[in-house]
C-alpha cells in the first residue's frame, strides 16, 4: 500500500529538519532500510535548501509545498515546489571540474542527482520551480 | 552540530559533532575557523568523527575554509572522515582536495 504525506513549510531553514523527520517515518513504516532513508534525505534537504534559499529567497511569506510518496519495495517519490520566481538547471557549472572544485557553492543539485535515480525540474503553476526526484526502492544507492 | 576545541602544540583542533548543514552547522564552522586565524591559529585540524551529515553547504562552506585558511598562510587538514562523510568528499572529488588522516598522531605530524 501506498504511503503519502503533504507538507506546506514556511521558508525557514529549521523546517528542513522537520520534513526530514517525516520523511524518515514515512520511510521506516514502509520498511526502507536505513541506508537508503539517509540518502534520500540529502536529497531531500537540498531540494528544500535550494526552494528556501534560491527560490523563495527566505521571504517568510512564501511557503515550500513537499510531497513524499513510498510505494514499498518499488519507488519513492519526492516533489517539492517553491514560489520563487524559476530556476534553470542548464546554467549549472559541474562542480567536479577542476576549475569549479573549489568554488563553495553549486553542489546542491549535484548531491540530488548523486542520491536519486532521476531528478527532474518544471516550471510550477505559480512560476516558481518544481523538482521531482525518485529513487527505486529495489536497487541499492551506488556512490 | 556541537564543537570542542583543543590546542596542540601549534595545531588548532577543533573537534565537530552533528550536522554540518544550511542555517547552523555551516556558519558555526566559519565562525570557528575565523576564531582560530583571530587568535594566531593557521594550523587546523578538523576531526570529523562525530559528525553525521554534511550538506552542499556544510561542503560549500568547508572548501571556503581551507581557501581562507590557505591565503592566510596556514593549512587546515581533516581527520577521522566517518564512511558516509568519506562517500560525499569522494563523489564531490573533494577528497583531492584534503589531506586527509585517520589517526591525530600522524596528522598533527604532518603540520
Known amino acids: ?143 | 552540530m556541537k564543537s570542542v576545541v583543543r590546542d596542540i602544540g601549534e595545531v588548532r583542533v577543533l573537534d565537530l559533532e552533528g550536522k554540518i548543514t544550511i542555517g547552523t552547522g555551516d556558519l558555526q564552522l566559519r565562525q570557528l575557523v575565523e576564531e582560530s586565524l583571530t587568535a594566531g591559529k593557521n594550523k587546523i585540524l578538523i576531526n570529523l568523527k562525530g559528525v553525521t551529515h554534511i550538506d552542499s553547504s556544510g561542503i560549500g562552506e568547508m572548501v571556503g575554509c581551507f581557501a581562507t585558511v590557505a591565503r592566510r598562510g596556514g593549512k587546515m587538514k581533516l581527520e577521522n572522515l566517518p564512511a558516509k562523510i568519506n562517500d560525499i568528499l569522494q563523489v564531490t572529488q573533494l577528497i583531492t582536495v584534503f589531506d586527509v588522516y585517520d589517526a591525530e598522531g600522524e596528522a598533527l605530524a604532518s603540520y
Not at chain 1, 535550494?50 to 519495495?73: F, S, T
Open chain 1, 1 to 143: 500500500m501506498a504511503r503519502e504525506a503533504q507538507l506546506q513549510l514556511l521558508s525557514r531553514y529549521e523546517n528542513i529538519e522537520l520534513a526530514e523527520e517525516v520523511l524518515g517515518e514515512l520511510c521506516r513504516t514502509a520498511s526502507v532500510d536505513d541506508e537508503t532513508i539517509y540518502w534520500i534525505g540529502m536529497a531531500l534537504r537540498e531540494a528544500l535548501a535550494n526552494a528556501i534559499k534560491h527560490g523563495n529567497k527566505l521571504n517568510p511569506e512564501k511557503r515550500v509545498h513537499v510531497r513524499i510518496e513510498v510505494r514499498p519495495g518499488a519507488q519513492l517519490r519526492l516533489i517539492v515546489e517553491d514560489e520563487g520566481e524559476g530556476f534553470d538547471p542548464e546554467q549549472l557549472a559541474n562542480p567536479t571540474d577542476p576549475q569549479n572544485l573549489l568554488r563553495s557553492s553549486g553542489r546542491g543539485v549535484f548531491y540530488m542527482r548523486n542520491f536519486m535515480d532521476d531528478v527532474s525540474f518544471f516550471p510550477s503553476d505559480q512560476g516558481g520551480t518544481r523538482i521531482e526526484l525518485t529513487k527505486n526502492l529495489e536497487t541499492r544507492r551506488a556512490v
